[in-house]
Protein backbone atom coordinates (compact mmCIF):
# COMPACT_ATOMS: atom_id res chain seq x y z
CA UNK A 1 0.00 0.00 0.00
CA UNK A 2 1.09 3.66 -0.39
CA UNK A 3 0.73 6.49 1.70
CA UNK A 4 1.79 10.00 1.32
CA UNK A 5 2.05 12.41 4.27
CA UNK A 6 1.84 15.88 4.22
CA UNK A 7 2.66 17.56 7.44
CA UNK A 8 2.48 21.34 7.40
CA UNK A 9 -1.92 21.94 7.22
CA UNK A 10 -0.88 25.79 6.46
CA UNK A 11 2.05 27.72 5.19
CA UNK A 12 2.57 30.86 4.79
CA UNK A 13 5.24 32.68 2.86
CA UNK A 14 6.31 36.74 1.71
CA UNK A 15 5.63 37.30 -1.78
CA UNK A 16 9.15 37.09 -3.87
CA UNK A 17 10.18 34.77 -1.71
CA UNK A 18 10.82 31.10 -1.77
CA UNK A 19 8.94 28.42 -0.25
CA UNK A 20 9.14 24.44 0.37
CA UNK A 21 6.07 22.12 0.63
CA UNK A 22 7.12 18.84 2.49
CA UNK A 23 6.06 15.69 0.97
CA UNK A 24 6.86 12.41 2.54
CA UNK A 25 6.11 8.45 0.93
CA UNK A 26 5.87 4.93 1.31
CA UNK A 27 5.73 2.65 -0.53
CA UNK A 28 7.05 -0.84 -1.49
CA UNK A 29 6.30 -0.66 -5.23
CA UNK A 30 10.08 -0.68 -7.16
CA UNK A 31 9.32 1.83 -9.39
CA UNK A 32 7.01 4.42 -8.70
CA UNK A 33 5.94 8.73 -9.57
CA UNK A 34 5.40 11.83 -7.73
CA UNK A 35 3.15 14.56 -8.68
CA UNK A 36 2.27 17.65 -7.31
CA UNK A 37 -1.18 19.39 -7.58
CA UNK A 38 -2.35 22.96 -6.99
CA UNK A 39 -6.14 23.11 -6.11
CA UNK A 40 -7.21 27.40 -5.93
CA UNK A 41 -10.10 28.52 -3.88
CA UNK A 42 -12.11 27.69 -7.08
CA UNK A 43 -11.88 24.06 -6.73
CA UNK A 44 -9.86 22.61 -9.91
CA UNK A 45 -6.84 20.59 -9.73
CA UNK A 46 -4.05 22.14 -11.75
CA UNK A 47 -0.94 20.06 -12.62
CA UNK A 48 2.10 21.39 -11.35
CA UNK A 49 4.94 18.84 -11.56
CA UNK A 50 5.75 15.34 -12.14
CA UNK A 51 9.23 13.27 -10.73
CA UNK A 52 9.96 9.76 -11.39
CA UNK A 53 11.34 7.34 -9.11
CA UNK A 54 14.51 6.16 -11.41
CA UNK A 55 15.11 10.03 -12.79
CA UNK A 56 18.54 11.35 -12.12
CA UNK A 57 17.38 14.67 -12.00
CA UNK A 58 15.27 16.99 -9.96
CA UNK A 59 12.26 17.72 -12.30
CA UNK A 60 11.89 21.30 -12.85
CA UNK A 61 8.54 23.80 -14.13
CA UNK A 62 8.84 27.47 -14.68
CA UNK A 63 9.30 28.42 -10.80
CA UNK A 64 8.28 25.11 -9.49
CA UNK A 65 11.29 22.24 -8.64
CA UNK A 66 10.80 19.32 -7.02
CA UNK A 67 13.59 18.38 -4.42
CA UNK A 68 13.68 14.40 -4.41
CA UNK A 69 15.34 12.46 -2.29
CA UNK A 70 15.05 8.81 -3.07
CA UNK A 71 16.77 7.35 0.05
CA UNK A 72 14.93 9.61 2.73
CA UNK A 73 11.57 8.88 0.99
CA UNK A 74 10.43 12.51 0.41
CA UNK A 75 9.76 14.59 -2.65
CA UNK A 76 9.15 18.37 -1.54
CA UNK A 77 8.05 21.29 -3.70
CA UNK A 78 9.76 24.48 -3.97
CA UNK A 79 8.39 27.27 -5.23
CA UNK A 80 10.49 29.94 -6.05
CA UNK A 81 9.74 33.76 -6.03
CA UNK A 82 6.07 33.46 -4.29
CA UNK A 83 3.30 35.47 -6.17
CA UNK A 84 -0.09 35.86 -4.66
CA UNK A 85 -1.35 33.25 -7.41
CA UNK A 86 0.03 31.05 -5.65
CA UNK A 87 -2.18 30.94 -2.70
CA UNK A 88 -4.18 27.67 -2.71
CA UNK A 89 -3.76 24.30 -1.88
CA UNK A 90 -1.08 21.98 -2.87
CA UNK A 91 -1.19 18.41 -2.92
CA UNK A 92 1.69 15.68 -3.40
CA UNK A 93 0.18 12.18 -5.44
CA UNK A 94 1.68 8.99 -5.74
CA UNK A 95 1.09 6.51 -8.80
CA UNK A 96 2.90 3.19 -9.01
CA UNK A 97 4.37 1.47 -12.14
CA UNK A 98 2.57 0.01 -14.77
CA UNK A 99 4.91 -3.09 -14.17
CA UNK A 100 3.78 -3.12 -10.06
CA UNK A 101 0.46 -4.63 -11.40
CA UNK A 102 -1.16 -1.74 -8.80
CA UNK A 103 -3.94 0.29 -10.05
CA UNK A 104 -2.42 3.47 -11.37
CA UNK A 105 -4.53 5.43 -9.67
CA UNK A 106 -2.99 8.52 -7.80
CA UNK A 107 -2.84 8.81 -3.83
CA UNK A 108 -3.15 11.67 -2.20
CA UNK A 109 -1.87 13.11 0.95
CA UNK A 110 -4.14 15.47 3.22
CA UNK A 111 -2.36 18.94 1.55
CA UNK A 112 -1.01 21.82 2.48
CA UNK A 113 -3.05 25.74 2.39
CA UNK A 114 -0.15 28.11 1.43
CA UNK A 115 -0.99 32.14 1.68
CA UNK A 116 1.02 34.39 0.54
CA UNK A 117 1.49 37.43 2.02
CA UNK A 118 1.86 40.79 -0.01
CA UNK B 1 -8.65 25.06 -19.45
CA UNK B 2 -7.16 20.74 -18.23
CA UNK B 3 -9.99 19.62 -21.35
CA UNK B 4 -11.66 17.20 -19.41
CA UNK B 5 -15.35 18.86 -18.89
CA UNK B 6 -17.85 17.66 -15.90
CA UNK B 7 -21.29 18.19 -15.67
CA UNK B 8 -22.99 19.50 -14.07
CA UNK B 9 -21.21 21.88 -12.07
CA UNK B 10 -23.23 21.90 -8.78
CA UNK B 11 -25.89 19.71 -7.69
CA UNK B 12 -28.20 19.98 -4.46
CA UNK B 13 -30.60 16.83 -3.81
CA UNK B 14 -32.16 14.80 -0.65
CA UNK B 15 -31.10 12.36 1.00
CA UNK B 16 -32.36 8.85 -1.27
CA UNK B 17 -32.12 10.03 -4.30
CA UNK B 18 -30.30 9.10 -7.39
CA UNK B 19 -27.76 11.27 -9.61
CA UNK B 20 -25.71 11.01 -12.37
CA UNK B 21 -22.50 12.69 -13.07
CA UNK B 22 -20.76 12.73 -16.20
CA UNK B 23 -17.29 13.34 -17.24
CA UNK B 24 -15.60 14.21 -21.04
CA UNK B 25 -12.05 13.42 -21.15
CA UNK B 26 -9.52 15.06 -22.66
CA UNK B 27 -9.75 14.31 -26.51
CA UNK B 28 -7.64 11.25 -27.08
CA UNK B 29 -7.65 10.16 -23.78
CA UNK B 30 -8.68 6.83 -22.90
CA UNK B 31 -8.28 6.32 -18.99
CA UNK B 32 -11.17 8.12 -16.75
CA UNK B 33 -10.30 8.11 -13.22
CA UNK B 34 -13.25 9.38 -10.39
CA UNK B 35 -12.49 10.66 -7.16
CA UNK B 36 -14.00 11.87 -4.01
CA UNK B 37 -12.77 14.92 -2.15
CA UNK B 38 -14.24 15.48 0.98
CA UNK B 39 -13.61 17.09 4.10
CA UNK B 40 -13.17 14.17 6.52
CA UNK B 41 -11.55 11.90 3.85
CA UNK B 42 -9.68 13.91 1.79
CA UNK B 43 -9.31 12.98 -1.75
CA UNK B 44 -9.85 9.28 -2.37
CA UNK B 45 -10.10 7.27 -5.58
CA UNK B 46 -13.14 5.70 -6.43
CA UNK B 47 -12.84 3.94 -9.99
CA UNK B 48 -10.43 3.77 -12.94
CA UNK B 49 -11.75 3.02 -16.82
CA UNK B 50 -10.16 2.59 -19.50
CA UNK B 51 -10.99 2.27 -23.16
CA UNK B 52 -14.20 1.40 -21.97
CA UNK B 53 -13.47 -1.51 -19.72
CA UNK B 54 -13.02 -0.85 -15.68
CA UNK B 55 -9.60 -1.27 -14.70
CA UNK B 56 -9.23 -0.59 -10.55
CA UNK B 57 -11.29 -0.02 -8.05
CA UNK B 58 -10.54 2.30 -4.58
CA UNK B 59 -12.74 3.28 -2.10
CA UNK B 60 -15.98 2.93 -3.90
CA UNK B 61 -19.80 2.39 -2.06
CA UNK B 62 -21.90 -0.01 -3.10
CA UNK B 63 -24.35 2.21 -3.57
CA UNK B 64 -22.44 3.94 -6.48
CA UNK B 65 -21.52 2.65 -9.80
CA UNK B 66 -19.75 4.19 -12.83
CA UNK B 67 -19.53 3.40 -16.75
CA UNK B 68 -17.53 4.65 -19.64
CA UNK B 69 -19.26 4.86 -23.07
CA UNK B 70 -18.62 4.11 -26.68
CA UNK B 71 -17.27 7.51 -26.97
CA UNK B 72 -15.22 7.38 -24.05
CA UNK B 73 -17.18 9.79 -21.58
CA UNK B 74 -17.53 8.52 -18.36
CA UNK B 75 -20.74 8.58 -15.53
CA UNK B 76 -20.95 7.85 -12.30
CA UNK B 77 -24.30 7.20 -10.84
CA UNK B 78 -24.78 7.62 -6.96
CA UNK B 79 -27.68 6.15 -5.64
CA UNK B 80 -29.79 6.30 -1.98
CA UNK B 81 -27.49 9.30 -1.35
CA UNK B 82 -26.66 10.29 2.17
CA UNK B 83 -25.72 12.89 3.92
CA UNK B 84 -22.03 11.90 3.94
CA UNK B 85 -21.89 11.62 0.83
CA UNK B 86 -21.44 15.46 -0.06
CA UNK B 87 -18.52 16.30 -1.53
CA UNK B 88 -16.49 17.07 -4.56
CA UNK B 89 -16.53 14.58 -7.20
CA UNK B 90 -14.14 14.74 -9.75
CA UNK B 91 -13.60 13.12 -13.10
CA UNK B 92 -9.67 12.88 -14.53
CA UNK B 93 -8.14 11.53 -17.87
CA UNK B 94 -5.16 10.85 -18.66
CA UNK B 95 -3.74 9.39 -22.33
CA UNK B 96 -2.55 5.86 -21.28
CA UNK B 97 -2.13 4.35 -18.15
CA UNK B 98 1.83 4.71 -18.46
CA UNK B 99 3.48 5.98 -15.74
CA UNK B 100 4.77 9.25 -16.34
CA UNK B 101 1.23 10.38 -18.12
CA UNK B 102 -0.15 12.75 -15.66
CA UNK B 103 -3.61 12.77 -14.98
CA UNK B 104 -5.79 16.26 -15.97
CA UNK B 105 -8.22 17.14 -13.82
CA UNK B 106 -11.74 18.31 -14.16
CA UNK B 107 -13.42 21.30 -12.46
CA UNK B 108 -15.54 18.87 -10.43
CA UNK B 109 -19.13 18.25 -9.36
CA UNK B 110 -20.18 20.24 -6.05
CA UNK B 111 -22.95 17.64 -4.84
CA UNK B 112 -24.75 18.65 -1.65
CA UNK B 113 -27.58 16.23 -0.41
CA UNK B 114 -29.94 17.76 2.35
Known amino acids: AQKITQTQPGMFVQEKEAVTLDCTYD???????LFWYKQPSSGEMIFLIYQGSYDQQNATEGRYSLNFQKARKSANLVISASQLGDSAMYFCAMRPSVSSGSARQLTFGSGTQLTVLP | DSGVTQTPKHLITATGQRVTLRCSPR?????VYWYQQSLDQGLQFLIQYYNGEERAKGNILERFSAQQFPDLHSELNLSSLELGDSALYFC?????????????FGPGTRLTVT
Open chain 2, 92 to 104: ASSATDSLSYEQY
Open chain 2, 27 to 31: SGDLS
Open chain 1, 27 to 33: TSDPSYG
